[in-house]
């Protein structure tokens, strides 16, 4: 399995990490539209404060793509952090141009935070950052990849 962290701060409260299973070539910039995701829900002070809110200091993602069925969402608590594995389709994810690619990964991002929302009883969470933000965040850093 293929497998790429979002590395941050002491501040950060999210981090995303991808692994996948698909089989065949894995698309490339993938792994740097999480990461800038990852960045700019760190970044922001609404996401930070709505987090902050329900008493936990981080919450880990690991998004699963594989090329079977999707199957049953892991969530956890340990202390103050909170986990999550979800297991994602991966079919076609290597033919999505850029833009599709971004809109796919801003689309699971989105369902994970709904679902932790939903299992921690938490309020309703900032609007996620815009494909725009999205994208432009992606071209200005440099990750290692």
Known sequence: MGLAVSE???DYWVTLSVGYEVGGRWPDGFDDVLFAVADLLNEDPGWHGWWRRGGYRSFQVLLRYVAAEPGADEFWVDGSVVGAEVVVGGEGIAELDAVDRVERVRRD????????????GLEGAPELPSVTEIVRAAEEAEYDG
Do not use: A
């Not at 991002?109 to 921690?120: A, C, E, N, P, S």
């Open 109 to 120: 991002v989105g369902t994970v935070i709904d679902g932790v929302r939903t299992w921690l």
């Open 8 to 10: 941050g701060g002491d």
